[in-house]
């Protein structure tokens, strides 16, 4: 499936880049993507429309009749659903989400302390800064993307539990269609164990209602029940930065094992105030072991390294180790103004480059220490 949405993906947009902002351009005629924004003001219904209206003005040419199908169909994939802020931060309320916490917390444990070994390196004790910090200051941690379950495992296997409670805990990005598995349900579990739905390909990219609400509580404001209420205490989110998995297979030996940045994290941290955040890095390695993907059949490193892999089992495998490295935190109040950006408005992109570019420099320091190179 995850295949067939690549290809569809490939048939139907060519990609693009222009100054700091990145189009998709259908290959039939019609608005541009940044049209239909401006249109529309970003109304999920409405651009819908606009792009239903749009792909009906090709020509008669068999291979654009093709090409427009094809985009129709994309284009259902393209926005996700808004964060619903007219709920309460935890629907089922803070008992019964406590009850879910400590029973994903137990299983996790169990997975990462029990059936595997989990080592923390962590020589200056940056983790603390997760829980120990003044009430001003938010905590962004990046780290990479090797299994669906990355997180919580490399927190539950490294911190201890007593420590983490839903006021605590972090935020995290996570795909539609597991946040939306079993519809509205799952939806409110999500929710209050603070995930936040976002979908792959989301045209709205770094304007994306999970980034923007991420953004907001890394700053100390929270929505529920339709009202902004600004929090006593800024929070601790949390982004895989390769927007997608990466294993060990997808490296030669005298590569690091990081894929492509993506440009969320720059994003945060370019709108919020330097001083009042910290960034620490976090690298991990043996995941991949505990839930390995196979290679997808005629895999070529060079021609279609964005294949999926084939995760034969979600059962985890046994006696398996997994190192949890923790970086010191990152500066960049050099590169922002005091405050930051406005997250509104439209980020210049080399800023975002800079910015990505010193988180990759911390990454590789940790990527180098878990290899053994240094």
């Known amino acids: 499936m995850r295949c067939h949405w690549i290809n569809l993906l490939a048939a139907s947009f060519a990609t693009t880049r222009c100054g700091n902002q990145h189009f998709l351009s259908p290959l039939v005629s019609g608005p541009s993507i940044s049209q239909i924004r401006e249109e529309t003001n970003d109304n999920p219904l409405e651009v819908k429309r606009s792009r239903t209206k749009a792909s009906t003005s090709t020509t008669s040419s068999s291979t654009q009749l093709n090409l427009e199908s094809a985009a ?13 802020t007219d709920l309460p931060r935890r629907p089922f309320g803070r008992f019964i989400t406590s009850i879910f916490r400590i029973l994903l ?12 070994k989990t080592y923390l390196h962590d020589e200056n004790n940056n983790l603390r800064y997760l829980f120990d910090r003044e009430d001003d200051v938010g905590v962004l941690t990046i780290s990479n993307h090797q299994t669906v379950a990355d997180d919580p495992g490399i927190w539950v296997g490294t911190i201890p ?22 519809g509205k349900y799952s939806a409110n579990i999500f929710r209050g164990l603070n995930c936040l739905p976002i979908k792959r390909g989301d045209l709205r990219g770094l304007h994306s209602p999970a980034l923007k609400e991420m953004h907001a509580r890394l700053n100390g404001t ?21 927007g997608r998995i990466y294993q060990s297979w997808r490296f030669q030996k005298d590569q690091p094992k990081l894929g492509k940045f993506r440009r969320g994290a720059a994003k945060l941290i370019a709108c919020s105030p330097p001083k009042k955040m910290i960034v620490l890095p976090v690298y991990h390695t043996g995941m991949d072991e505990i839930f390995p993907e196979e290679k997808p059949e005629g895999w070529n490193p060079e021609k279609n390294s964005r294949l999926a892999g084939k995760t034969n089992s979600y059962f985890p495998k046994k006696g398996k180790r997994v190192d949890v490295y923790v970086g010191d935190p990152i500066d960049f109040s050099d590169l922002l103004p005091e405050n930051g950006y406005d997250f509104n408005e439209v980020t210049d992109g080399a800023l975002l480059e800079s910015i990505n570019g010193r988180l990759f420099e911390g990454m590789l320091h940790l990527d180098a220490l878990a290899h053994g190179i240094y």
């Open 105 to 116: 917390a137990y299983y996790t444990k169990f997975i990462m302390n029990a059936m595997n």
């Open 161 to 182: 539990l007593k420590k983490m409670n839903l006021d605590t805990m972090r935020t995290i990005v996570m795909a539609e269609e597991w946040y939306y598995s079993f």
């Open 72 to 84: 129709r169909k994309r284009w259902q994939y393209t926005l996700s659903k808004d964060v619903d």
């Open 222 to 242: 929270v929505a529920s029940k339709g009202k902004t209420e600004k929090k006593k205490k800024k929070e601790w989110a949390h982004l895989m930065i390769e």
